[in-house]
């Protein structure tokens, strides 16, 4: 890969993808050609970014006067799908026969683990381009995210798998009947009854027709699932671990980071994010409604929090204190601020 990669992960509701597009920003104000690539960001991103002003292209160049170019990508697992059948279909009839089937309607549209593949495809495509000198990847929560990490190996599993060519089999004759039960007479349309009130015998043809269509691209998705593999394991790419604060954030950080790096990944700064400035206790005279006491006391128990894992990660990984803001990141000078304290 000729773009070093950094994948931003962490558990939801932490400030990940404002953080994700904070680095790009940095990135290409310091010169270097970046894409960021996010899977669902706030509308204040989208409007700061403007990764909605062309939705039929994967990349959208971000106006920003700066030494290097920005581009965002707002990953859309049905339109990376459907780019792989355009490309990689032996020919137009194969195509269509992929596209117009119901069950890869289905498939491509809202299957658990077809967005974290999808975005693992992007990854290799935006790879072998090569057209970035930096790629900042924003994932999603945290088990997701291990869940797109497990994508390439799961994809791989699944076609040296006996299922899959099990699902290749010839299942249904010419006539749409399924050839086992075809010549039992009464006791077979009996037999398709029943699958057809358990599963749907319609969906059944719909999957068998969509097996018999893809199998010309699965040695082509092995592959690069095998290079996606390569690439989430180089040293080239950097995994950015992001945490609120607060003690009760610990063991959720300290349970990624030891994923990450038991799988082979290399893990570099771990960032904590909105984490409430240290104030002076509120005056003995302060009335109860007065905010003082409580920013005092989230104060402590955020550096409480940072100090914990601090002590428990040991230096093996660079800690960043990234202190709240008063207002979220709105356009391209306040994400540059923010990118800048997270180098």
Do not use: C
Not at 6 to 34: P, Q
Not at 54 to 70: H, I, W
Not at 87 to 100: H, K, M, N
Request: aromatic content about 8%; hydrophobic content about 45%.
């Amino acid at each position: 890969m000729s773009a070093p990669l950094s994948i931003v992960v962490g558990s939801g509701g932490v400030g990940k993808t404002t953080l994700a597009a904070a680095m790009a920003v940095d990135e290409a104000a310091r010169g270097r050609d970046t894409l960021v690539m996010t899977f669902d960001p706030s509308l204040r991103l989208k409007n700061a970014l403007g990764v909605e002003a062309n939705p039929e292209s994967n990349e959208v160049r971000v106006p920003f006067d700066a030494g290097g170019e920005l581009w965002a990508s707002l990953l859309d697992a049905r339109r990376t799908f459907d780019t792989l059948v355009d490309r990689y279909a032996p020919d137009d009839a194969a195509r269509q026969r992929i596209l117009t089937n119901r069950f890869y309607d289905h498939l491509s549209g809202s299957l658990a683990g077809v967005l974290e593949y999808m975005a693992s495809e992007r990854l290799y495509e935006v790879a072998a381009f090569g057209k970035y000198d930096r790629v900042i990847l924003d994932t999603p929560p945290t088990r997701q995210a291990l869940d797109f990490l497990g994508a390439p190996e799961r994809i791989v599993a699944f076609l040296e798998s006996g299922a899959l060519r099990i699902a290749l089999k010839p299942w249904f004759d010419a006539a749409g009947n399924l050839k086992a039960t075809s010549r039992l007479g009464v006791i077979g349309r009996g037999v398709e009854d029943f699958f057809d009130r358990t599963v749907g015998i319609e969906l059944l043809r719909d999957m068998a027709e969509f097996f018999q269509a893809f199998a010309p691209l699965f040695d082509g998705f092995r592959a690069r699932a095998l290079e996606v593999q390569r690439l989430l394991r180089s040293p080239d790419t950097v995994f950015t671990l992001v945490s609120g604060p607060g003690e009760q954030r610990v063991a959720d950080t300290l349970f990624f980071a030891r994923r990450l790096t038991e799988a082979g990944y290399r893990l570099g700064p771990v960032v904590v994010n909105r984490v409430h400035p240290e104030v002076g206790d509120a005056p003995a005279t302060a009335s109860p409604g007065d905010g003082r006491a409580l920013l005092a006391w989230l104060g402590r128990k955020d550096r409480a929090g940072v100090e914990q894992l601090r002590e428990l990660l040991g230096g093996s990984h660079p800690l960043v204190v990234v202190p709240l803001r008063p207002d979220e990141p709105t356009d391209l000078a306040s994400l540059a601020e923010l990118g800048a304290m997270i180098r």
